[in-house]
């Protein structure tokens, strides 16, 4: 079992320290700062805030370095990895995929790298929320890009495998599309929602009449908007082509009911899009000969499936 | 306690059959076709396909009409109460309440009309789908407009405490905007939000990477089309107002996310909408005296702090 080198001991970090090392790995990782170094170091895991000292521990370990700082803190961490570790196996845990694979290409050139988006999270965030049992059952996407090292992306799998998780390939740009449909412009249209829902202050009769459908339809927007911006911020240009997708589909549907009244094709198109997603069938395990010409071809077509490569035993 | 009429035995009008009857009261009604009328006398009920008997009863008794029929079923209905009841007391139970006064206004002008609208439901419908529970703890609004009778407010609101609903007041065009904010958007976002979200047929990423926040987002885009169509399109005026809200608030998070990337005020002003929505207090129960002057201007403040009438002691 490859060790792994964990930048980065946030909740993500930290929860993929933790079920590594369950998982029977030799892990190390980063934090940002002491004191959280400490409490990692405190709780038995072997933490430093020496970021160098730790890259020279992977690339003389030929270790899976997996990036997981916050998307703003990645230059100056891939510019380390540049400098101490310039052709480690790499890997990331940022939820957008296109500025990762960007930023590593400039920053960080050399490095075998494959990026991947463990589709797991919670309210909170730092070292004590982290858990080994954050990833169990989340889709763990891998990138599956032409050109990609398959030794790598073997590593990364069988890291996902290792802490739970389903691998779901996809290229970078359609996991960057697909996040800004299901995850990012949910959270836009839930703020815009609740804000259009609750009117001005000192008029509380629309929020006294509210039931399940504004209270489901807002939820999100109760996410700590710090979190929200990071996550849409990150990937503005999948995230503006899905809002341009949807003010064109509200801006028929405004056209029509100001013309005829009628809201048919919107209402209907929204129900069977529902009624596809509520049929969606659990994935299928399927087995990928990695040493395939054009894996990666099908590694992608599997994750367009909804389908899930099967783990290859040890 | 005041005899009742129920025009319309569907699942609104059936329950308020069963609810007015376990009350105590006498009540009667009309259903729109014979299997639908023998089902309630089966069940015990005093119902018919004679809608002039049935009004001729509440002329005669001075009864409470309810009308319990859809809003394309309404002027046939009307015209009736004009022809056989043409100064009833009248009340209805229709969703949106502009329209409705409007219609009553046209077709039976001499009723004396307060309108009505319990905030109750269940994804059924029709007379087996009924219950005398339905309208239990729910908001059950009550019009406020200035020169409205006030004898047959009391009657509305009276029967809205039988049938163990908090009494909401509010002017007819209040309410229309509060629930096209609070309940029609919410349909028309869901339906977008589903539509973006699951995309093309054919590739299923996107459906097999969503979580909670798609979920929650479009969750009644899951409603049948027809009932969100009927309610929808019923409100035609005042969702349209929402929806332009709506689309100039998108709008500016788009040129915001276009030019600057920042998404900052949409976030946190949705937020902060969703912050005042949950902390939202529990309705007042206010005693309000009827026979004052400008009792209706203070019946409509009430509502607008999202309190309720204090049930009057018989």
Known sequence: MRAVCVLGTGLIGGSLLRAAARAGREVWGTAASEPTAAAAVADGFDVTTDTDAALARAAEADALVVVCVPLTALEAVLRRVDAVAPTCRLTDAVSVKV???????????????????????????????????????????????????????RDVAELAWDCGSRVVPAAVDEHDVAV????????????????????????????????????????????????????????????????????????????????????????????????RWASTREPLEVPVDLGAPDVFAELRELGRRGDVVEPVKR
Chains 1, 2 share one sequence.
Do not use: K, Y
Not at 120 to 142: I, Q
Not at 230 to 242: I, S, T, V
């Open 99 to 153: 500025p990762v694979a960007d930023a590593v290409a400039q920053f960080a050139p050399r490095t075998r790298f494959v990026g991947g988006h463990p589709m797991a999270g919670t309210a909170e965030s730092g070292w004590p929320a982290g858990s080994a049992d954050l990833f169990t059952g989340a889709a763990w996407v891998v990138a599956a890009d032409d050109g990609l090292d398959v030794e790598v992306w």
């Open 180 to 275: 800004a449909r299901i995850s990012h412009l949910p959270h836009l249209f839930a703020a815009v929602l609740a804000s259009v829902g609750a009117g001005e202050q000192g008029d509380d009769l629309a929020l006294a009449l509210s039931a399940s459908s504004f209270a489901d339809g807002t939820r999100v927007a109760g996410t700590r908007p710090e979190l929200v911006l990071a996550m849409c911020e990150g990937n503005r240009g999948a995230l503006l082509a899905a809002v341009d997708d949807a003010l064109g589909r509200l801006g028929a549907m405004r056209g029509a009911l100001a013309s005829t009244g009628g809201l048919a094709a919107t209402v209907r198109s929204g129900h069977e899009a529902r009624m």
